[in-house]
């Protein structure tokens, strides 16, 4: 193709096309907006019936095998990866939902999934209904309507540490002929794999516990390839009519697989929260060490929430591994391998503390994030709740002197003593 004939412009931009295809043991980036067509009719069939590479918006080899790898990791039957967390829950809920439409959710949840739902998806056409006692199944039941199109949950939530019972919120879903999405970021599917316990659909931030060190933002959605057409068909009529032009139907091309062949075809692609491949590597990078993250995560957060328990500066600890905590019998039920890492505590001191208590602690970094190799703290009251009034933070469970922790992988011991140099003062002060 090119050769010293060719001009320097020419040669470079075609000088590196079509090396040789080499076995790479780790997945190969592939970093390029498309693909090139063998011939005419290649371009036509790719076109025609979506097999193979064209446009890297569309589908893009190590987009693929990172899918691959979070789908099995979550038992799903088809992953779709995209832009961000956020962009997940969005893929997820247009999948299920249009104008009209009418979603249940756990009040417990993303400050911004509630804001998509309030604010975004309600301008679309979309309206939500939020159930605060999400222990309660016939709450569920009781919010859905003749268009509710999903149930919606987190299956460990911020800031309580709440526990979602997925197979009972499943059941109900189930009966209504809706899925359950559940939003496993916190949770990661090392600990619980909710497609396992009756849900759908689970939606994460992939830059959280799955990329894992705090360097890219991505999200995945995983659908259990279970989609019934005869059962579920009318809750879904753009999956089961024809599409336009004639198409045939979602359903009748993919067939349990439609939910997520639509959520791939149409949604993500048309609302272009497209993954890098860049970042789709490093996500599939993280995920391989994902297991081994979060049970040294969980561990240290299990010996950190105890040691703070213990401190007279501390009003309470909300983590689910401790035994006091209201829903640690259903985290033994549902969490195997550990409790997870973000909790919040309480200091008995309330806002000054708090502010003292960021601004002194070294080992942990104070930022907006979770699920990082690194510890995180974050005061909620002031940052991602601060738009809220006292009483509905108060239901939420942030007061002022709430702290919220991401536990890294550190050395505890290190952990523990930044926590101690920093409450020292707050200790003699309640003293
Ligand atoms: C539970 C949960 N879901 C979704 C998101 C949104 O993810 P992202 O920041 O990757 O868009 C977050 C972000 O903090 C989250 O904590």
């Known amino acids: 193709m090119t050769d010293d004939t060719t001009g320097f412009a020419t040669r470079a931009v075609h000088a590196a096309r079509n090396q040789g295809a080499a076995s790479s043991r780790a997945t190969p980036i592939y970093l390029t907006a498309g693909f090139e067509f063998d011939d005419f009719d290649h371009a036509a069939n790719h076109f025609g019936t979506g097999a193979g590479f064209g446009y890297t918006r569309t589908g893009n080899p190590t987009i693929h095998a990172v899918e691959r790898q979070l789908a099995a990791l979550e038992s799903g039957a088809d992953a779709?990866?995209?832009?961000?967390?956020?962009?997940?829950?969005?893929?997820?809920?247009?999948t299920v939902a249009g104008a009209g439409d009418h979603?249940?959710?756990?009040?417990?949840?993303?400050?911004?999934?509630?804001?998509?739902?309030l604010d975004n998806l309600a301008?679309?056409?979309?309206?939500?209904?939020?159930?605060?006692?999400?222990?309660?199944?016939?709450?569920?039941?009781?919010a859905i309507r003749p268009n509710t199109r999903a149930l919606f949950a987190e299956s460990i939530a911020n800031a309580r540490n709440d526990i979602l019972d997925i197979a009972a919120v499943s059941a109900v879903a189930d009966d209504a002929a809706i899925p359950l999405i559940v939003d496993n970021t916190l949770a990661t599917p090392f600990l619980v794999?909710?497609?396992?316990?009756?849900?759908?659909?689970?939606?994460?931030?992939?830059?959280?516990?799955l990329a894992g060190h705090g360097s890219v933002l991505g999200g995945v959605i995983v659908d259990d390839g279970r989609f019934d057409a005869e059962k579920a068909g009318h809750n879904a009529p753009h999956l089961v009519l024809p599409g336009r032009g004639g198409l045939p139907s979602v359903a009748s091309r993919h067939g349990g697989k439609a939910r997520i062949a639509y959520a791939r075809e149409s949604v993500a692609?048309?609302?272009?929260a497209s993954p890098s491949p860049l970042n789709a590597f490093l996500?599939?990078?993280?995920?391989e060490t994902l297991g081994l993250r979060v049970e040294r995560q969980s561990r240290n957060a299990l010996e950190v929430a105890r040691w703070l328990a213990a401190q007279d500066a501390v009003e309470s600890v909300d983590y689910v591994g401790l035994e006091t905590h209201p829903d640690h019998a259903l985290a033994q039920k549902y969490l195997h391998g550990g409790h997870g890492s973000i909790f919040t505590f309480t200091l008995r001191g309330g806002l000054d503390a708090a502010r003292d208590f960021v601004e002194s602690v070294d080992v942990f970094t104070h930022m907006t994030h979770i699920g990082d190799v690194r510890s995180l703290v974050l005061h909620p009251?002031?940052?991602?709740?601060?738009?809220?009034?006292?009483?509905?933070?108060?239901?939420?469970?942030?007061?002022?002197?709430?702290?919220?922790?991401?536990?890294g992988i550190e050395d505890v011991a290190d952990l523990i003593s930044d926590l101690t140099r920093v409450l020292e003062p707050a200790r003699e002060a309640v003293a």
């Open 123 to 142: 301008r679309l056409g979309i309206d939500a209904t939020f159930i605060d006692d999400i222990g309660d199944p016939e709450a569920w039941r009781q």
């Open 283 to 287: 996500i599939g990078q993280g995920a």
């Open 193 to 209: 794999r909710p497609l396992e316990h009756g849900a759908a659909i689970v939606v994460h931030s992939a830059s959280k516990f």
């Open 381 to 407: 009251g002031t940052t991602s709740h601060a738009h809220r009034t006292q009483e509905e933070r108060d239901l939420l469970g942030v007061r002022p002197g709430t702290l919220r922790l991401s536990i």
């Open 80 to 94: 779709v990866l995209v832009a961000s967390g956020q962009a997940a829950v969005v893929t997820a809920l247009l």
């Open 103 to 117: 979603i249940v959710s756990s009040t417990h949840i993303y400050e911004g999934t509630r804001g998509l739902l």
């Open 269 to 272: 692609p048309r609302f272009g």
